[in-house]
Nanobody, 123 residues
Framework: QVQLVESGGGSVQAGGTLRLACVAP???????WNWFRQAPGKEREGVAS???????RYTDSVKGRFTISKENAKAPLYLQMNRLKPEDTGMYYC??????????????????WGQGTQVTVSS
């Protein structure tokens, strides 16, 4: 069982900044990585994806504020979150997509999940 480990969550005021990190075991090579989030009482939603370490996609609500990055196959996955809003509050999960699956933010294509890190944004 592959364990992804997230870090970097916390509590900030609206307008603040957080940087999430996700570390995978060295042998976990995947071409597509995602960040998801889940607010209380809501479904888990895709936030950002990165394909082949450079092709990035974002859900509309975070475009221009969040940046997903992964320098190379062995590097950690990051999510830089700027100008945070209260509606960004939730548990954030990193995820590795199954090989040969399209790089979309679909939970059905995820092979490995992290344990989650909480992000709380107050107004």
């Amino acid at each position: 069982q592959v364990q992804l480990v997230e870090s970097g969550g916390g509590s900030v005021q609206a307008g603040g900044t957080l940087r999430l990190a996700c570390v995978a075991p060295p042998y976990t090579y995947r071409t597509c990585w995602n960040w998801f989030r889940q607010a209380p009482g809501k479904e888990r939603e895709g936030v950002a994806s990165i394909e082949n370490d450079h092709i990035t996609r974002y859900t509309d609500s975070v475009k221009g504020r969040f940046t997903i990055s992964k320098e190379n196959a062995k590097a950690p996955l990051y999510l830089q979150m700027n100008r945070l809003k209260p509606e960004d509050t939730g548990m954030y999960y990193c995820a590795a997509v199954r090989p040969w699956r399209p790089c979309t933010m679909d939970t059905a294509d995820v092979e490995y999940w992290g344990q989650g890190t909480q992000v709380t944004v107050s107004s």
